[in-house]
């Protein structure tokens, strides 16, 4: 394919990002690449179709539904772009809103390791809402999508961990970015204008982590919002709203403003130099638990230990992971080992790690109200303490380890280098799809969940218009 060579890293980054986003292809997708981009997709609708199961949805959506009708003074279902398990339409801004909180709103969405970011959350709701506005085909939307998922794992990685560590959601901000990206690209804007599209996406990109205070629902919401105004970027650009070059590398930049004092030197241009001929995309890992993705490797662990012992002759539990995740799912101890919503024990390794000692699995039902008041579980959260894994391969595995004092004297010790859902460990599409039914059957019927798994393993050959159909449930 075209744009595949080293770039000058004299260009601005958006640049280089417009020029391979304006000049890509669906027939530039290898089949490896094309196969997991698919798979990432149906996951991701798989969690949004789960989500509606959830009072947060109703509220979410009932509260955009009420914004669209009260700006367009009509009922907002005449027409529009649909949401996912929904038999609703509409605008294509507040649709994008809407998907973005459903796929992103049980956190059991994908995780490019290396960036730490949700990449298909990062594109997914734009794609989703300008396609189907826009008539797309299978194909475009594809390559847009694409486009979009190279750009938000690539501007992520070049963060290396720097937006978790100054208090930015690295997935919330970085959404505004591909989010435009992808928009700009089902626009058929030429390369100038994408350019422009990112630049005007500096402005708006935000996302704060003070979720994690209080287990707040604003970070389901960071994706749909990016993807507001990511479309809105897009829409400014064709007009020719002028915008600034380099957002990511200028003085005020991206980076200087969101990561003021980087513990790495950022240098943007290294992450852009194997667009084309390497797609970060396939490197993106789905996940097997709804929970932080920081904390699979422990849970793996836990889990691996269930089958060993009894649990009620645990005296103790020490979880072991990554230093740089410790402030976001192991502190404050005395906060995370006692849970009071599910938002707070997604993030909780204490928690997550005392269930899979106790269940030998970790699942959706393990966040229902009763699971976080079972006393069994809160008793063991307790005589969990984290501590900071020697052994880690982290940021490009989520390891993780688990040691158990017995009652009898025994100590008993896993460790994870790998988690589960990466690396050679990454689902399949059997996989995925033993994941993605049981998750879109909380709201469909089988038939209704099928159709929409058929539909997207053969995107290409369908219409974005048609895999809107399947996700309002229609069964053609």
């Known amino acids: 394919m075209t744009n595949a060579s080293p770039r000058n890293p004299t260009r601005p980054a958006a640049a280089i990002l417009a020029d391979f986003a304006a000049g890509l292809q669906f027939d530039h997708l ?12 149906l996951d991701a609708l798989g969690c949004g179709l789960a989500a509606n199961a959830y009072d947060f949805a109703d509220t979410a959506v009932a ?5 669209s009708e009260a700006t367009i003074g009509a009922p907002a279902n005449a027409q529009g772009c649909s949401i996912v398990g929904r038999d609703l339409r509409l605008p294509v801004r507040d649709a994008a809103l809407a998907n973005g909180m459903l796929i992103h ?12 970011i949700h990449a298909t959350a990062a594109c997914l709701p734009a794609a989703l809402a300008m396609g189907e506005s826009l008539g797309a085909s299978g194909r475009d939307f594809l390559a847009a999508y694409a486009a979009g998922m190279e750009t938000a794992i690539r501007v992520g990685a070049a963060a290396k961990g720097g937006f978790h560590h100054t208090g930015f959601h690295a997935t919330g901000v970085v959404a ?3 989010s435009a990206v992808v928009a700009a690209k089902l626009l058929g804007l ?3 204008a994408i350019v ?5 996406a500096a402005s708006t990109a935000s996302g704060v982590q003070v979720f994690l205070e209080e287990g707040a629902w604003t970070k389901r919401m960071h994706p749909g919002w990016a993807a507001v105004a990511g479309i809105t970027a897009a829409y400014l650009a064709r007009g020719g709203v002028k915008a600034p070059t380099r957002p990511y590398e200028g003085r005020f930049g991206f980076f200087e403003t969101h990561i003021q004092h980087p513990h790495q030197p950022i240098d943007v241009h290294a992450e852009l130099t194997t667009l084309g001929s390497f797609w970060e995309l396939a490197e993106t890992a789905i996940k097997p638990y709804p929970v932080c993705h920081f904390i699979h490797g422990c849970a793996d662990s836990a889990i691996a230990l269930h089958a060993r012992i009894n649990p009620e002759d645990i005296v103790s539990v020490e979880a072991f992971l990554a230093r740089d995740t410790m402030p976001i799912v192991a502190e404050p101890h005395e906060n995370k080992v006692l849970p009071t919503t599910d938002y707070e024990a997604k993030f909780s390794a204490q928690f997550v790690v005392a269930t899979c000692l106790l269940k030998g699995a970790f699942g959706l039902p393990d966040l229902l109200p009763e699971a976080l008041i079972d006393p069994l579980i809160l008793d063991l959260s307790r005589r969990v303490t984290c501590h900071i894994d020697p052994d880690s391969a982290f940021p490009t595995f989520f390891s993780g380890g688990v040691r158990l004092k017995m009652r009898d004297g025994r100590t008993l010790w896993h460790h994870e280098r790998v988690n589960s859902g990466a690396g050679e460990r990454a689902l399949d599409e059997a996989g995925v799809t033993r994941k993605f039914m049981p998750s879109a059957t909380m709201t469909f019927s089988a038939a209704q969940a099928e159709h929409v798994r058929r ?3 053969d995107l290409e050959n369908h219409t974005v218009g048609e ?4 996700l309002r449930g229609i069964v053609s």
């Open 105 to 116: 709103g049980l956190d059991f969405d994908d995780t490019h390791l290396n960036s730490i």
């Open 30 to 41: 290898p089949a490896a690449v094309l196969s997991r981009a698919k798979l990432l997709i």
């Open 63 to 67: 509260s955009i539904q009420a914004l």
């Open 196 to 200: 422009a599209a990112q630049g005007i």
């Open 467 to 470: 895999l809107a159909d399947a």
């Open 176 to 178: 505004h970015f591909s």
């Open 190 to 192: 030429p390369a100038s």
């Open 455 to 457: 539909v997207v393993l």
